[in-house]
């Protein structure tokens, strides 16, 4: 018996060490979001996937770098797009989730925060302990696109002062 129970607490921690170190599939083959460089694995709880009806994809880092990227594709038609779920990290039907605009966490390139989860329940939860407000994946966009002059802005200034600190400034 407790050579079984060895056995399967051994298996499980196998399996859990597999999963953390390779980590999300779309995050081994596009590691890096394309406009921004981050690290899409880093951030998987609000990284997002694009397929273009010709079949291409793109791996972001967040809602704010796809945007950019559906706007410089104007010709191509999303086929899917999909976005990390919060809490569990798994890909999720980015038009289907339950997103929360807002909030008192800072977002991922974004001056207003936008998470996306996959059950209402959890999104409302999270509006309970953080502000926000409950939305939609066409809500969600549009916040960000009206959003994007500050964001950019906010992007520019904090890349400053990291080279600036980097060069030795304080």
Known sequence: MKRQILSVLLVT???FIAGVA???????????????GMDREKFDFSRMLVEYDDGTMLGTCSIHCLAVDLALNIDKTPRSIQVG??????????????????GNKPGVM?????WAF??????EKYIQENGGSLAS????MKATYEGMY???????????????????HK
């Open 110 to 114: 974004t001056k207003q925060a936008k």
């Open 150 to 168: 500050a964001d950019t802005k906010m992007i520019r200034e904090k890349r400053k002062a990291m080279k600036m600190q980097g060069a030795g």
């Open 13 to 15: 921690s196998l399996l």
């Open 22 to 36: 390779f980590g999300h599939e779309d995050c081994q083959t596009q590691p890096k979001c394309k406009y921004c």
């Open 137 to 140: 994946f066409d809500d969600a």
């Open 118 to 123: 996959e059950k209402k329940e959890d999104a």
């Open 85 to 102: 779920d919060y809490n569990t990290k798994t890909l999720i039907d980015a038009e289907k989730a339950f997103w929360v605009v807002g």
